[in-house]
Nanobody, 122 residues
């Protein structure tokens, strides 16, 4: 089974930057898409960004122009560079993978990491 490990979460002031990473291991040959989701208590999980093994990308409108997703195909590491962070970006961020084509709908992702907390202060 694919195993995922996120890192890079922390606390940063509004307007600042932060970078997250997710390393995939075990049976990674079947991964087609790697993505980042985030969730705040009381809200549904939100797709943030996704990238295919061909490095085609998609972003949620709320982060477009501020966040950048990238992929190291050989190492199966997906990163999320976040800039101009806002209070509403505060959430638990999760890495996920799927054999299917990319989407920002969590129901298509069967494999998930444990999450890393991102907190933005004013």
């Amino acid at each position: 089974q694919v195993q995922l490990a996120e890192s890079g979460g922390g606390s940063v002031q509004a307007g600042g930057s932060l970078s997250l990473s997710c390393a995939a291991s075990k049976y990674t040959d079947n991964i087609y898409c790697m993505a980042w989701f985030r969730q705040v208590p009381g809200r549904e999980r939100e797709g943030v960004a996704a990238i295919s093994r061909e490095e085609s990308t998609m972003y949620a409108d709320s982060v477009k122009g501020r966040f950048t997703i990238s992929l190291d195909n050989a190492k199966k590491i997906v990163s999320l560079q976040m800039t101009d962070l806002k209070a509403e970006d505060t959430a638990m961020y999760y890495c996920a993978t799927t054999r299917a084509t990319c989407s920002l709908d969590s129901k298509w992702y069967p494999r998930w990491g444990q999450g890393t907390q991102v907190t933005i202060s004013s």
